[in-house]
């Protein structure tokens, strides 16, 4: 029996980086033995193991073979002749697939090491096509190690091509697609998870309504990337310099979907966006099944941004609405998190970047003055059933209003 670390441990030992988890592979064992030495079995697919005192993942060296469509099609084979070459051999990227042995040697049979210093991000062997998921994987590693210098080798993205023609991504599960998502969306630069799988063409599969923004014009004068599409990258990179929060780079991906789907007559205008926008949100979130936090901010940012950048030219009345509407004033962190998206909106235009942005601290300012108005006073003053309501909707609109006058001089 023999005991090997493999994978992004090595990988980001060798980058310089912090290692968070250990995997290993085990040679000349089998499932019996692993029994007899105490490690606790977890693998349905393929024998793998927990070590009875770290807790660590250990896996019996195996091989696989294609025997269906999607990724699930696949069987594998473990026993104590696999070597660690062949375990090596069926890994996704070179760069994951290097290994170290109990002396902590190196063990590099296909060129991750030398890909590590070239910034790329290249597929092991040919029978990388077989496995869909692998293209959310090279794409959210390109999320991950972009801000390195890494890109995708060209010939690893023309076999992901190759895969999204060959129908291969349709037969990903909703589940898988989402757990691929969530976890690019936590990384420096999910914009580069986007990127990738529109470079491949997967993501007019995967997310037809983001990537039906891709071409759409926007005003000049107010967009001068002019792509809606470029647009929405620039705001979830700017979403990502607000909040590691993954509900708010979602929700700042997802808040101009109904720029997608704007008659061609009245281009580049894009009147009404914003419902259809809501519209194609719940179908996405939907889809993929993602968790209620998404889809609620992802709604009030998608419906409600524009009323947030007109802040000063809006009615009082509206103002207070979008406080209602939003759940301000019970939810005051989500209405901070939609603010933030906002924000990340406004500056993902070029020469924007690093321009203030008023309207959220007046929303923020606004929100605190009327929470402030107190419901007893209106009680105490003799007010019964709905015309308590009615007073402090009257209170916090007078608030709003004058708020409004006095902050209008430092509109941008």
Known sequence: MKIFLVGGAVRDRLLGLAVKDNDWVVTGASPEKMLDAGFKPVGKDFPVFLHPKTGEEYALARTERKSGK???????????????EQDLQRRDLTINALAEDEKGE?????????????????????????DPVRILRVARFLARF????FRIA???????KVMVEAG??????????WQETSRALVEPNPEKFIEALHDCGALK??????????????????HPEIDSGIHTLLVLQQACLLSSEPEVRFAALTHDLGKGTTDKEILPHHYGHEERGYHLVNVLCDRYKAPKAYKQLAQISTRYH???HRAFEEKPKTLLKVLELTDAFRRPERFEQFLLVCTADSRGRPTYENNSY????????????????DVKEIVAAGFKGSAIAEQLHQKRLRVAKKYQLRCKPQSN
Do not use: W
Not at 360 to 370: E, G, H, N, P, S
């Open 358 to 373: 008023s309207q959220a601290d007046f929303f923020r300012l606004l929100l605190k003055k009327v929470s402030k108005i």
């Open 306 to 308: 524009t009323h947030v």
């Open 168 to 177: 291969e991504v349709d037969a990903l599960v909703p589940e898988r697609v």
């Open 205 to 222: 599969i995967l997310f037809p309504e983001i990537e039906r923004l891709f071409g759409i014009p926007q005003p000049e004068q107010h």
């Open 70 to 84: 999607g990724y699930n099609g696949f069987h594998f084979h473990a026993d104590e002749n696999v070597t660690l």
């Open 154 to 160: 060209d010939e690893t993205l023309q076999m992901m």
């Open 106 to 130: 190196l063990i590099d049979t296909v060129g991750g090491e030398k890909d590590l210093k070239l910034r790329l991000l290249r597929h092991v062997s040919p029978a990388f096509s077989e």
């Open 146 to 149: 972009a801000c390195l210098g």
